[in-house]
C-alpha cells in the first residue's frame, strides 16, 4: 500500500505529503490520535516514500526494492521501537543514536518509527531529547502516540505534531471490510467506534465478553477475579465507558436497539452515569502511575455499582 490508500486521514496525509511534495521534510514528527486508526501505517508509508527509489506524485510507489524492504521490516536504514514491558528504556535511545549516527546504507533518509513513545521513562526521554535537538542529518524520527499529552513537552515542542482523528463510519467500514467477512459487521463496527484497528485486533468479540462477565462480577461484589496488569485494567476501562454509553442511551430513549455492547444495563440516575463516567476518565489517565490494583477495583466497583444501580431502579 501507500499514503494514498490510507482511509480517513485526509488532513493528515494532506500535510505529510505537501512536506514530500515541496522536499521539506522535518527531521522529528509526532503522529498523535487514539489507538486502532492508522498512525503506524502511515508512519511505515511515509518511511517507503522517503526512501522510495520511484516516487509517484511524491507517494511511494510500493513495488521498488526499498518499499518492499521497508514493508517487510528488512531495510537497514529503518528501524521501528516498540516498548517492552510497557516502557522504552535509555538502551533503545541509544540503539537509536547509534544508528543514526551512521550515513545512510542505502535510502535517502535514516528513519526510526518509535511507537507508544509516551512510555520512554524518565531516563529514556531525557537521552531522547539530546538526540532531538541536535538530529544527525538525513535523519528521520517519527514518534507514534495514543496518550500524547503524557509525552514531555520538551519533546512535542521539537516536533511537528501531525494529528490523527477516528474514522468516519464509512471509512471505518471500508477498512474492516477488506480484512474481515461481513457476519459480525454491525457489532465491529459498533465496538470499533471509528477506529477500524481495535475491530481487527482479532479478539475484540472475545474481551467484550471477558469485560461484561467482569463487570457482572464487580457488581455483585466478587473480587477474585479482578484485572491481570495494566493493559487489562485499560481494555476494560475503555469497554466500561461503552457500558456506561449504553446505560445512558437506555436511559434517555428506553430503546435497546442502538446498544453497542448488547447487556441493557439500568440506572435509577443519568447523572450518575455522567460521574461515573467521569471519574473513570480521570482514573484511566493516571493508569501509567502504576495504580494499586485492588485499591483501584474496590473504587471502581463503587463508581460502577452507584451508577448502575438496578436494585434502586424505578
Ligand atoms: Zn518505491
Not at 15 to 40: A, E, F, H, Q, V
Not at 65 to 93: L, M, T, Y
Not at 149 to 176: A, Q, W
Request: charge should be positive.
Amino acid at each position: 500500500m501507500a499514503l494514498k490508500d490510507i482511509v480517513g486521514q485526509e488532513k493528515a496525509l494532506r500535510i505529510l505529503l505537501g512536506t514530500l511534495r515541496r522536499n521539506r521534510m522535518p527531521s522529528s514528527m509526532l503522529l498523535s490520535g487514539d489507538t486502532g486508526i492508522g498512525k503506524r501505517l502511515t508512519a511505515l508509508n511515509y518511511a517507503k516514500a522517503v526512501n522510495c527509489l520511484q516516487p509517484v506524485d511524491s507517494d511511494c510507489c510500493d513495488t521498488c526494492s526499498s518499499c518492499r524492504k521497508i514493508e517487510s521490516g528488512i531495510h537497514p536504514d529503518v528501524i521501528s521501537v516498540f516498548p517492552e514491558n510497557n516502557e522504552i528504556r535509555i538502551d533503545e535511545v541509544r540503539k537509536i543514536d547509534e544508528m543514526l549516527s551512521f550515513k545512510a546504507f542505502e535510502g535517502r533518509k535514516k528513519v526510526v518509527i518509535i511507537d507508544d513513545a509516551e512510555t520512554m521513562n524518565i531516563n529514556a526521554a531525557n537521552a531522547f531529547l539530546k538526540t532531538l535537538e541536535e538530529p544527525p542529518p538525513d535523519s528521520l524520527i517519527l514518534l507514534i502516540s495514543s496518550n500524547a499529552d503524557n509525552l514531555p513537552d520538551t519533546i512535542k515542542s521539537r516536533c511537528m505534531h501531525v494529528r490523527f482523528y477516528p474514522l468516519p463510519l464509512e471509512g471505518c467500514k471500508k477498512v474492516i471490510s477488506k480484512k474481515t467477512d461481513t457476519k459480525d459487521m454491525k457489532i465491529l463496527l459498533n465496538l470499533a467506534m471509528g477506529r477500524p484497528g481495535i475491530a481487527l485486533s482479532g479478539d475484540v468479540l472475545k474481551e467484550k465478553e471477558w469485560c461484561l462477565k467482569l463487570l457482572r462480577n464487580m457488581i455483585q461484589g466478587e473480587s477474585k477475579d479482578i484485572w491481570e496488569d495494566r493493559n487489562a485494567m485499560k481494555l476494560w476501562l475503555d469497554m466500561s465507558f461503552l457500558v456506561l454509553r449504553d446505560t445512558a442511551v437506555f436511559k434517555i430513549t428506553g430503546k435497546t436497539t442502538d446498544m453497542i455492547c448488547g447487556d441493557t444495563c439500568k440506572t435509577s440516575s443519568l447523572q450518575n452515569v455522567i460521574d461515573a463516567y467521569q471519574r473513570l476518565q480521570m482514573l484511566k489517565g493516571l493508569l501509567d502511575f502504576n495504580l494499586n490494583k485492588s485499591i483501584s477495583w474496590n473504587y471502581v466497583s463503587s463508581i460502577m455499582r452507584n451508577a448502575l444501580n438496578v436494585s434502586n431502579n424505578e
